[in-house]
């Protein structure tokens, strides 16, 4: 079974630096990873994705790295703006799809301070 | 589209009350999922279905727990008798494989 994990369980960042969040995960066997980004009171959504072909994927000022050596990856923010300020999830999806049933981690909880 | 739609967005129960959980997926949207979160164990898969047909339940924690997704637009997650270990978040989410995931906003449970 995927276990999925992040360690680090919040961030606090200066708005404009770089946040760094990090996950790392136990099976070699997968497709594809998600970030998601969490507000109180609200549901899930979905920032970014990287596939087991890539080592990089990127959109805007979010940046996921895939590390398969290491089973790591990680999602940058550049430069972290101050809504940034939630919690993020990083997700495997099984079933060789970018929909199917996610694991999630236990979640960073990130703070950007103006 | 109003996206993933869920109702009540708070419960309040008293323990050995059922609990009916309601979900609205997107229209053309072909799974459906529900998601658990608690402080304990983060967002976790309680059941999914694909075309209305249930394709995975091992997630369910126990018999008091049952889902149904009598059609297209519409599914339920019902708790007989709750307990107040079954207080926490309850997401709904539906995917397809051109618009991939979107969750609704959830229902906070409370069972006291």
């Known amino acids: 079974d995927q276990q999925v994990k992040q360690n680090s369980p919040s961030l606090s960042v200066q708005e404009g630096r770089i946040s760094i969040l990090n996950c790392d995960y136990t099976?070699?066997?997968?497709?594809?990873f998600l970030w998601y980004k969490k507000y109180p009171a609200e549901g899930p959504t979905f920032l970014i994705s990287?596939?087991?072909?890539?080592d990089k994927n990127e959109d805007g000022r979010f940046t996921v790295f895939l590390n398969k050596s290491a089973k790591h990856l990680s999602l940058h923010i550049v430069p972290s703006q101050p809504g940034d300020s939630a919690v993020y999830f990083c997700?495997?999806?099984?079933?060789?799809?970018?929909?199917?049933?996610?694991?999630f981690g236990q979640g960073t909880i990130l703070t950007v301070h103006p | 589209d109003a996206g993933v739609i869920q109702s009540p967005r708070h419960e309040v129960t008293e323990m050995g009350q059922e609990v009916t959980l309601r979900c609205k997926p997107i229209?053309?949207?072909?799974?459906l999922f529900w998601y658990r979160q608690t402080m304990m164990r983060g967002l976790e898969l309680l059941i999914y279905?694909?075309?209305?047909?249930?394709?995975?339940d091992s997630g369910m924690p126990e018999d008091r727990f049952s889902a149904k997704m009598p059609n297209a637009s519409f599914s339920t997650l019902k708790i007989q008798p709750s307990e107040p270990r079954d207080s926490a978040v309850y997401f709904c989410?539906?995917?397809?494989?051109?618009?991939?995931?979107?969750f609704g906003s959830g229902t906070r449970l409370t069972v006291v």
């Open positions: 989410a539906s995917s397809d494989r051109v618009r991939g995931y979107t």
């Open positions: 229209s053309g949207h072909d799974y």
């Open positions: 279905f694909n075309n209305n047909v249930p394709i995975d």
């Open positions: 099976n070699s066997m997968f497709d594809y």
């Open positions: 990287i596939s087991s072909i890539k």
């Open positions: 997700a495997w999806v099984s079933g060789g799809t970018s929909y199917g049933k996610l694991t």
